[in-house]
DNA sequence: TAGAATCGCCAC
DNA sequence: AAACGTGGCGATTCTA
């Protein structure tokens, strides 16, 4: 890295010879150095710009704000491509310095991932592609060096370095996305970034309040039902003498637990939710511990710990969320993760709207069973979504050839874990033990099933058939997933055949998803509106209150628009609504 | 003793 | 044991 070209602008009128250059450039290298991770608290402290054999630097610091405006433009205009490495670090730290919007990306990070499809060996960090890709070796050891004070020329030559392989590394990933044939998804995602980085700018409100209060009433029901569980647990049998202090028991270790129920004489296979359930009807012990489980998880998980998320300076929470969270094109969402958060009223009530604002929540109606009716092309599911039956009431009506008005709710209750679990690549067992019966009576719901929709059978071999032969699959953009399984293995065999199922139907929701997300934010730009969350099939947007109605109408078409642009035999379906809280 | 592995459970 | 797919994450337990 020694002897690494660059040059250091700390003076205004050093800036036109930069401004030049990107007026005769069709790409730049984009990275920045900043004194810390948060843009809402940290500072940019040098941006860098790489062109073909020059490396510029620029100290923020030094330079006067306003002599940086024209730099901001060329930043703004999508006819300069920007190439960044997980660009959204620098959109979000050049939106919150200086209001500028990052347009124009080429993100060698997203596309990196793409190239990788799927696998859990590549590591996309710029050092990890850029020795894969490029063979180049970087040394990262300044990335966490002091960035505010005096700079010194090993700093400055780890930040000419950083931005100078992004041009090379861009060739490279682009002719990889060219032979891949993933060009069509490395559009989607460059499309969908700037919404990411919106939502995760604009960060989502909490009611700290409620959610304290909230926490404090769990911690009074815990501590109590551990207390008299840990009691119960700690004798060390039933004829235990009176004088015995009995046995310290950690409700949190499984292992201590099992012995503990084991000594009164309940023998469980498993500590687990679904093991512990089948037994709680036998022993109120094991109701009152899977009541403990609940209400403990609810205190690590979603507890105080939420509370700390909530930004200094906005006090809004700004999770991580990871474009290309799963192999499938699904984003993940950490520190914190807002995609599971439960469902209980008590807990989202408090993801509110602030004072004069509401919250427009938006979601796909059974997305992945329209999917699957389109994939498949099957007669029954397309015509059960064309007349807008309920789904789970029509494939119940459908299995056993009775009118609509005849299916029970037990039957309906059947049907429903069969559509879902069928999407799951769920076998005769899976399907006895999510609904208790026997794996023969399963296995006859499971060909009833596939009698009523035998073009879903068709399609759900095929797939699974296309795994084991060619090792891969593709979802309606072309995102690709190359599977790291043995066909010749017996058990991954059985796991390629359910991986090969779902990878194309949840694979194919994720590229529906996204763009939704995208024509969400782009018809959303300008207005009071912006996207808060989103949870792989639902948008959560917050809005002024004036303007939610018609918030509502722009969400629910821009979310019917981007499936009709993949699903063209069935209708789509949003649920929309306008709330206080995320409910 | 720090990090990895595992269990268990939350979401879709 | 596991038995339907994709994750994140907290607590415990294992390991170098």
């Known amino acids: 890295m020694n002897g690494i070209e660059y040059q250091l602008i700390t003076r205004a009128d050093e800036l036109p010879a930069l401004l030049e250059l990107f007026s005769h450039a069709s790409a730049v290298g984009l990275d920045s150095e900043t004194t810390g991770l948060d843009p809402h608290t940290s500072k940019i402290r040098l941006l860098q710009f790489s062109f073909p054999g020059r ?10 704000s306003d002599s940086l405006k024209p730099v901001f433009s060329f930043l703004e205009n999508p006819a300069l491509t920007k190439v960044a490495h997980n660009a959204k670090f620098d959109a979000k730290f050049l939106r919150s310095n200086f209001g500028v919007h990052l347009n124009g990306i080429f ?11 799927g696998s859990e060996i590549d590591r996309h960090s710029l050092e990890a592609s850029v020795q894969r890709l490029l063979s180049i070796s970087m040394n990262k050891e300044a990335q966490l060096s002091d960035w505010s004070g005096h700079l010194d020329k090993y700093q400055l030559e780890y930040a000419a370095h950083d931005s100078e392989v992004l041009l090379p590394l861009r060739d490279a990933l682009a002719e990889k996305l060219n032979e891949m044939d993933l060009n069509v998804i490395a559009e989607l995602e460059h499309e969908c970034l700037p919404s990411i980085i919106d939502m995760e700018f604009r960060g989502v409100y909490l009611d700290q309040q409620r959610w304290t209060d909230r926490i404090s009433i769990v911690r009074r029901e815990c501590d109590a039902v551990s207390l008299s569980l840990k009691e119960e647990l700690g004798r060390a049998s039933s004829q235990m003498s009176l004088f015995d202090s009995g046995i310290s028991v950690n409700l949190d270790s499984p292992h201590q637990v099992r012995d503990a129920l084991l000594r009164l004489g309940i023998d469980v296979d498993s500590t687990s939710e679904w093991h512990l359930t089948r037994m709680a009807g036998d022993h109120p012990i094991v109701a009152r511990l899977l009541t403990y489980r609940s209400l ?26 990871r474009q290309i969270g799963t192999p499938t094109g699904r984003i993940t969402c950490s520190s914190p993760s807002l995609q599971q958060i439960p469902h209980g009223i008590e807990y989202r009530s408090c993801f509110r709207a602030p004072e004069g604002r509401r919250l427009v929540v938006a979601d796909f109606s059974q997305i992945e069973m329209r999917i699957l009716a389109e994939l498949s092309n099957d007669d029954a599911l397309l015509k059960a979504f064309r007349l807008r039956e309920d789904l789970h009431r029509s494939t119940a009506a459908q299995m056993y050839g009775i009118p609509l008005t005849h299916v029970t709710p037990h039957l309906r209750e059947k049907a429903k874990g ?3 679990g069928l999407v799951y690549g769920m076998g005769a067992e899976g399907l006895a033990a999510r609904l208790g019966i026997t794996v023969e009576e399963a296995g006859a719901l499971i060909d009833r099933y596939f009698a009523a929709y035998p073009g879903v059978d068709r399609w759900l071999r095929r797939a699974a058939d296309l795994a084991i032969d060619e090792g891969r699959a593709r979802t309606a953009s072309g995102r690709l997933w190359v599977f790291n399984l043995d066909p010749l293995n017996r058990e991954e065999h059985g796991q390629l055949r359910r991986v090969g199922k779902n990878a194309p139907i949840q694979g194919t929701g994720s590229d529906i998803f996204k763009r939704a997300m995208t024509i969400t934010s782009n018809r959303l730009k300008g207005s009071d509106a912006f996207i808060v969350n989103s949870i792989h099939d639902e948008i959560v947007v917050e809005c002024d209150q004036a303007t939610a109605d018609e918030t509502a109408k722009i969400v629910n078409q821009s979310m019917i628009d981007a499936g009709s642009e993949f699903l063209f035999r069935v209708p789509i379906e949003v649920d929309v609504s306008v709330t206080d809280c995320w409910e």
């Not at 490396?55 to 006067?64: A, K, S």
């Open 296 to 321: 403990s998880k609810s205190l690590s998980s979603f507890g105080e710990g939420l509370l700390e998320f909530v930004n200094p300076s906005t006090k809004r929470i700004h999770a991580d969320f």
């Open 418 to 420: 069969l559509n879902y």
């Open 107 to 117: 993100d060698t990070y997203l596309s990196s991932v793409l190239v990788g499809a």
């Open 55 to 64: 490396n510029i630097l620029l100290d923020v610091f030094e330079l006067p």
